[in-house]
């Protein structure tokens, strides 16, 4: 669980970090860079999530 909170910290400063470089330089490619990461950790939080419920479910029904 520290491992996922370190990636989500992580996470957050790589997107803020790319807007920043976005409204500093005005470059696209930061934009695309911080929503892509954003993208790529909801879909591993979202699998992540699953796996927990998919664990309590098989607790519950042994």
Known sequence: MLILR????L???A???GVIAYLLTGDKKYVRFSWRVFRYALIVA???FALMVLE??????L
């Open 6 to 9: 370190l990636l989500a910290v």
């Open 15 to 17: 997107v803020a970090g």
């Open 11 to 13: 996470v957050v400063i």
């Open 56 to 61: 309590r479910v098989a607790v519950i029904s």
């Open 46 to 48: 979202l699998l992540v």
